[in-house]
């Protein structure tokens, strides 16, 4: 190996030891809920139709305030002393996607895509504000010609999600339930339901794991995504009204020890 060679690992290795430290420290911060955490979101034209643009120019702030009253509620049930876990402010819509992820999702290809939309991500926000802890970009599709969406994700490394959506007002309550379950990601929380079937994992994975009789739930737990109708069965709810955050995910959180 040449000495250049060398050099130029040393560098990447040195430059990914002081992004690692940053986002530790970053991640310890955000979890602290000694202040409310301000998350801007972005909306985007996701699939460049005159449908996402249109549904798009009719958002405002309000569109996405049942998400703050969630994690309000949420933050009350577990007696967080922070009244106020999460603020929203609207960031300016964009019109550049955000780098995609592999395809073949590679070790190597995966951290170089973390890397690349960790920068991108924070060139978006040093370019057009506003400021925030965490940014969650809004990929809008028209529901007419996309019957599925792409899954959306949520980076503890980086503070950001990308949410795929509905460019629909019909799906705003399935929309906002899915920017607040990205949201959780980057904050700590993990998925609880089985990746093969989609199913909610007990006891994680259920809103009320302790309810007699257990099935059916009345509630999906958030990181979920479903409520459990029975032992193999569970519906998707429409809105966040329909949604709890569970113990174990309020204790990765650290809403409690």
């Known amino acids: 190996m040449s000495a250049f060679r060398k050099f130029r690992i040393l560098v990447l290795l040195i430059i990914l030891f002081l992004v690692a430290a940053g ?14 955490l301000t998350v801007a979101i972005y909306p985007v034209n996701g699939d ?4 996402s643009r249109d549904y798009i ?3 405002s702030l309000e569109n996405f305030q049942n998400i703050e009253a969630f994690f309000v509620d ?3 049930h577990y007696g967080l002393p922070l009244k106020i876990p999460v603020e929203l402010v609207m960031g300016r819509v964009l019109t550049e996607l955000p780098p995609e992820p592999p395809r073949d999702r590679n070790i190597l290809g995966v951290m170089w895509w973390s890397l690349k939309i960790r920068l991108w991500s924070r060139g978006v926000g040093n370019d057009y504000g506003p400021p925030a802890d965490i940014r969650m970009f809004v990929l809008y599709n028209d529901p007419d010609t996309h019957t599925g969406l792409a899954h959306s994700m949520g980076l503890q490394k980086g503070l950001l999600g990308v949410v795929h959506a509905f460019a629909s007002q019909r ?11 990205e949201l959780l990601h980057t904050v700590g929380a993990t998925d609880k339901y089985d990746l093969r ?3 909610p994992i007990f006891p994680i994975g259920y809103a009320e794991p302790e309810k007699t009789p257990l099935l059916p739930q009345e509630y999906a737990e958030i990181m979920a995504g479903r409520i459990p109708l029975s032992r193999n069965d569970a519906k998707q709810p429409t809105t966040l009204g329909s949604v709890l955050v569970g113990e174990y995910t309020a204790r990765e959180i650290r ?3």
């Open 23 to 36: 986002t530790y420290l970053t991640q310890l911060r955000t979890t602290d809920w000694d202040r409310p």
């Open 48 to 51: 460049g139709s005159a449908v």
């Open 57 to 59: 120019d009719e958002l």
């Open 74 to 76: 949420e933050a009350e």
């Open 171 to 181: 799906e705003a309550g399935s929309n906002n339930m899915v920017i607040a379950h």
């Open 197 to 199: 079937s989609n199913q």
């Open 255 to 257: 809403w409690i020890d």
